[in-house]
């Protein structure tokens, strides 16, 4: 019975490779490029492990962006797919999947799909496509005013989130969240952006804000030292990042606006 068992095995495993090779075939000949989902969906769900209080202010968003080499296109679809069964993502005109976080709820034994011209009968990374991701941690209330007490639970528990986005020892090398980091979602030129100190409803001036790239940052402890209650945000709308110090920024290899160099990337 073992014997038999490790022929079965063996002759399983023989038309299981024969029959990926055909689906490969059949779709590089539809335009079609996949890559497994797994690595992603897991990095979503080790955020799942966190207590509730860790989650109650922050939150993770992950990312995707598509972009083609220059005069390239971008593919006419991205989906997930499973067996015979699709899911549709919405991709908007510059590339950005504007449903991404959806993944997390998906089956870790899909994939990840692309379907274009670029991908019929082109080799591995020959397509001119790329395919960036990013993990976004972030305040969830953008309602233009934050207490001092909501930005410190914040960056405590964004400490949490991206010590789960390293593995092991790694994880212990993660800064301590000092400040936060304001993002307009509109372009600069068009917004006003007007982001003070306030205390019991009142303006307090003096509040130090840097700029870092596309991003204005604000010191906790500058906020304390002014015996400011709150942080006024005004403009625009705008997304709420818990982050380190600019010069921590700089030297863990942080981009100018915030995002990770080592940020994922895949030519396909």
Request: charged share 25%.
């Amino acid at each position: 019975m073992i014997k038999f068992l490790l022929i079965c095995t063996a002759m399983c495993t023989a038309l299981l490779a024969s029959d990926t090779l055909a689906s490969e075939a059949k779709d590089m000949a539809a335009g079609i490029k996949c890559l497994p989902a797994k690595k992603i969906i897991k990095t979503m769900r080790k955020f799942d492990g966190l207590k509730p209080e860790k989650k109650d202010t922050v939150g993770v968003t992950p990312e995707m962006q598509l972009t083609a080499s220059e005069g390239g296109s971008l593919p006419e679809r991205i989906y997930f797919r499973e067996g015979t069964r699709e899911h549709k993502f919405n991709m908007n005109k510059d590339g950005v999947v504007t449903d991404f976080a959806r993944i997390g709820t998906m089956s870790k034994k899909g994939e990840l799909c692309m379907q274009g011209q670029q991908f019929i009968g082109k080799a591995e990374g020959a397509s001119g496509i790329n395919l960036s991701m990013d993990f976004d941690i972030r305040f969830k209330s953008t309602s233009g005013k934050h207490t001092v007490a909501e930005l410190i639970d914040g960056t405590k528990d964004g400490k949490s989130h991206y010590k789960k986005m390293f593995p092991g020892p790694m994880a212990l090398m993660v800064p301590k969240m000092t400040h936060v980091g304001i993002t307009y979602l509109d372009d600069l030129e068009t917004v006003k952006p007007n982001i003070y100190a306030e205390k019991s409803g009142n303006e307090i001036s003096g509040l130090l804000v840097e700029k870092f790239g596309s991003m204005f940052v604000v010191g906790i402890e500058d906020l304390q030292s002014l015996g400011a209650d709150s942080l006024k945000i005004e403009g625009g709308k705008y997304q709420l990042t818990p982050i380190p110090s600019v010069e921590k920024m700089k030297k863990f290899g942080f981009g100018e606006g915030g995002k990770n160099k080592e940020s994922e990337t895949t030519e396909s």
